[in-house]
């Protein structure tokens, strides 16, 4: 327990950092020669920053604050704000939101989940079953809802045979943060490289799915190894205890299920061939993505029309939607004066246009930065870094690939990092299942992102170059 005094130092703490990290900021930006609009901009962003990853329970809060500042001293207009915010990509979460949470009603996952693990009575084999499936949902629906349905499991599974959570956890969730960057769709950063950058789903098939896939493999062996001693104490166990272990007979709708089914597989389908789509009926880059995403939305609320109401107020997080718009739009307000202009030059001067050193330098500050704040913050920034690049006449393209790998993977290095990982640990210390501290798993995470993005580079690298 932490003490009332200790509590209050703590506090008094993030309070004075707030300033004086701003303070030290604004002071290297001048003596570094950039323009004093320059130097407001980046002033109000770190302390945004600054705020969110001291405050974390009150980031929007904070990204809505900085906002207001950069509205308030004319850094950033409606006109500007309606462009930054990428609402693309906020439409197409939205929609998928609402199609996820129709598949979740009807228990679709959790009924896949419990045909696909049900039979298997080896540890070693169970929890890699567990960790391909949970890579394999999350590039099909999202890093979160792969969280949201495996780490139940894998609780129902640890405290049934009376084991440590907390090594199983961690297997699962470093899984779907690794899988989120295998399609397009398995997260909102791989969203906004659809989208933004148009990069296709075949792309995506091509370069990053059999990279991720083969860098699930090197975080398996790595897990396995890691945690020995937890997977043979649960495989004992799991020995000694007779009959089924997963869990109890569902309840199954053959009807309900056939129909996710292929609600899931055309959505799937049509994303899979957006770009030809977009190609036969002449449509811009990215409309197909929002077309498939809106075409299941529509299906759903046509379904669940007597209650569409309930759907999309359940189903929808607003909360988080509203982060992304304001997170992307203090990103805008950094095009927009020209910093990522400054960071392409400098980065350019650094490494010329050496690919390796481009591709190293990128990816790892990218990975390293995505650790302590928001990825899908760190990918909007360092997309318009990358096209200043590309407007400077560097080949680009490892380089989109190299930033996804970083900000996905990276995901594992702290609890904040991913919200799949915010999302495990709630629901660890929900169930009295145990605690990890930011500490413990950065022990952890840190090592199996920097291994696997080596992995990724690697693989890359030899591909590419």
Known sequence: MISKESSSIIKYTKLIMIPLTTISIVTLLNILGLSLRQVIVLSIFTLEMIGIILYWELKLAFAIAGVFLLFL???????????????????????????????????FFEIMIFYLTSKVRNAHILLVSLMLMTALLSSLVGV????????????????????????????????????????????PVGIMFALRVGLSFSEFIR????????????????????????????????????G???????????????????????????????????????????????????????IVLFMERRRVRDVIEAGVDWYTLLFFAFLFASVGALEHVGIDEVL?????????????????????SCGILSA????????????????????????????????????????????????????AVSMLESRRAGRVTFIQW????????????????????????
């Not at 930054?84 to 979740?104: A, G, N, Q, S, T």
């Not at 272990?245 to 061939?273: D, Q, W, Y």
């Not at 392409?344 to 790892?364: F, M, T």
């Not at 096209?387 to 190299?402: D, F, I, K, P, T």
Request: aromatic share 12%; proline share 3%.
């Open 73 to 107: 001293l004319g850094a950033l207009n409606i006109e500007y704000f309606a462009k930054f915010i990428y609402i693309d990509v906020l439409l197409f979460l939205l929609c998928m939101m609402i199609v996820v949470k129709y598949l979740e009603d009807r228990g």
């Open 144 to 187: 979160i809802t792969a969280a949201l349905f495996m780490i139940p499991i894998i609780l129902k599974l640890t405290l049934r045979y009376h084991v440590n959570s907390i090594p199983f956890i961690l297997m699962v969730v470093f899984a779907a943060n690794v899988g989120s960057g295998a399609t397009p769709v398995g997260s």
């Open 207 to 242: 370069w990053s799915a059999p990279i991720s896939y083969f860098s699930l493999v090197v975080i398996t062996l790595y897990c396995f190894k890691l945690f020995s001693r937890d997977l043979r104490e649960l495989n004992e166990r799991m020995k000694l205890v007779r």
């Open 244 to 298: 089924p272990h997963s869990s109890p007979e569902l309840s199954i709708n053959r009807g309900e299920v056939l129909k996710c089914a292929l609600l899931m597989t055309g959505i799937i389908i049509s994303i899979a061939f957006h770009h030809d789509i977009e190609e036969f009926l002449e449509l811009e880059r990215g409309t197909a993505l929002i077309i498939s995403a809106m075409g299941g939305a529509f």
């Open 344 to 364: 392409s030059r400098s980065i350019l001067s650094v490494c010329g246009e050496d690919p390796v050193q481009l591709l190293v330098l990128i990816s790892w």
């Open 372 to 423: 302590f704040l928001d990825n899908v913050l760190v990918v909007a920034f360092f997309i318009s870094v990358i096209r200043e690049l590309q407007a400077m006449g560097v080949n680009v393209y490892s380089l989109w690939w190299g930033t996804l790998f970083a900000a996905t993977y990276f995901g594992n290095a702290t609890i904040i990092a991913s919200t799949a990982n915010i999302v």
């Open 442 to 465: 950065a022990k952890y995470g840190f090592i199996a992102s920097a291994i696997s993005l080596l992995a990724a580079l690697a693989l890359l690298y030899v591909q590419i170059m």
